[in-house]
């Protein structure tokens, strides 16, 4: 590259959306602003009782506009007039229904209130009844359309959720005329799309969630799913069977965004794909090294040569596609539905009685202090085979073998139980769900050689990662960047606007390398190994009883 360009990597969260502008030469961050969703800040239109999770998208409009404004500020004029690409992550599965314009329902007045016509957020379980539909259906089929997403849908997907809408509500099933995932969509918003047709779907969304697949010839034909329920009948036709990875364009800048960002319509804009696909991009992932991005839940990545994996199919996973991290490599998916959120509830029953407070200031105070005291105490508590034990099933479980119906379980309590020992155990167990993704991987003849951790727990909980690596027995390397899914978004927009031939060149230039490796201490080993049995013993009798 002759002249400095940048890039922008946006990356929407569950909480917030953040941008970054980035030199697509070495990586280096120039700006960067996060933006918090308000509606979804003060939890309208959620239901965590009945595990209903939606976001308005004007929350994402509002973000992406705001944070690349302010980012574009930061820089000044004369840099951006250099940027040359935008790269975008979402949360996934994350769909929404849209009319024949593309326009999601939730924008059109008559729904503007209805959570049944905003973006399903990925951890939205109310489809749970609708994913066992699928699971059962699938069995009647000659062909196994289950096959490439490890053997078990989930309810946290694409075609559950759908269903899930259609059955609940009829306004939205009159009105909807396709179903989109937030990944694909921002594109197309940002491209101009004036049509739900020309909405180019991500290999990365298509294949995990929505069982696209080359040696279907796309999706599962109509039959699948009419046969299942009419209402799902004529879905696939709106769906192309064409997919693509995001290191191609979806097209450029449209002059109404490039007015309302400061930028030029020549800015080349990525296909999407999901947070933790970018992210393992970002931080730089190798063949078989499982890349775990470790926030409120994990999703954990692995890249492995398509001639090595062969005819492989790893059962209990989220998915393996060609592409949908690497182009040319599979790409395989997994992880864990709950584990900074497994935390946050135990934090949030604990100070349950600081709501009583009236002085906000005190109470806040006390509610920041929870977490820093409940690490330090419980690091300090020894390791005893007999301690409590727990599950770490909260939000059900993702992976392996997915089944949202599973709840959290706490073993041993007795009247000498602290708050630490809880927290020590909770910590225990998501590692241990950590474990068995691991476990599932090797038994299944994919090895992996190693740990790259990203994310806000990765990158704040020294003693959490050290009871993993005790616990996995693996070492893991903490990726130096602390927006590791937006810089894989801006490695991707490097790449689609031809800056990069492809985007291992990219992670070459911009990658910021590791800033901590934790090792495995030997002498906790076997008791971490006794006491992970213990979790599949206690797991095997919750699931079974169930």
Partial sequence: MEQISYVIGVDYGTDSVRSIVVNAATGQELASSVFFYPRWKNQLYCNASENQFRQHPLDYLEGL???????IQQIGPDCAKNIKGIGVDTTGSTPVAVDATGTPLALRPEFAENPNAM??????????????????????????????????????????????ILRTDEKVACAIHSWVEHCDWIPFVLTGGTSASDI?????????????????????????????????AGFTSKLPSETYTSDKPAGNLSAEWASRLNLDTHVVVAVGAFDA????????????????????????????????????LVRGICGQVNGSIIPGMIGMEAGQSAFGDAYAWLKDILSWSLDLLEDETLKNK?????????????????????????????????????????????????????????????????????????NRFVEEGIPVKGLIGLGGVAKKSPYIMQVMVD???????????????????????ATAAGLYEKVEDAMQAMGQGFDATYTPNSSRVAYYQNRYNQYKKLGHFIETNS
């Fill in 277 to 312: 696909h970018m992210g393992a991009v970002g931080a730089q992932i190798e063949p078989y090294y499982l890349s775990k991005v470790i926030g409120t839940s994990t999703c954990d990545m692995l890249v492995a040569p398509a001639v090595e994996v062969k005819d492989k």
């Fill in 200 to 232: 180019k779907r991500g290999v990365c969304s298509a294949g995990h969630k929505a069982l696209w697949s080359e040696d279907f010839g796309g999706y599962p034909p109509d039959s699948f799913f009419s046969s299942l329920d009419p209402l799902l």
């Fill in 65 to 71: 506009e705001t944070t690349i404004k302010d980012c």
């Fill in 366 to 438: 006390a509610t920041e202090k929870i977490m820093a005291a409940l690490t330090e105490k419980a690091a300090l508590l020894p390791l005893d085979e007999k301690d409590e034990i727990a599950i770490d099933w909260l939000n059900g479980r993702r992976t392996p073998d997915a089944n949202q119906m599973l709840h959290g379980v706490f073993a041993g309590l007795n009247l000498g139980t602290t708050a630490p020992k809880m927290f020590k155990a909770l910590i225990e167990a998501t590692c241990f769900g950590a474990k068995a993704i691991v």
């Fill in 471 to 493: 616990v996995i027995n693996m070492p893991i390397r903490i990726h130096k960047s602390e927006q590791t899914c937006a810089l894989g978004a801006a490695m991707f927009a």
């Fill in 119 to 164: 973006f399903v957020l990925w951890k939205d379980h109310t489809s749970v009844a609708e994913a066992g539909g699928i699971n059962e259906h699938a069995k009647k089929f000659g062909t196994n359309y289950l096959q490439y997403v490890g053997g078990v849908y989930s309810s946290e997907w694409f075609w559950a959720k759908l269903l899930h």
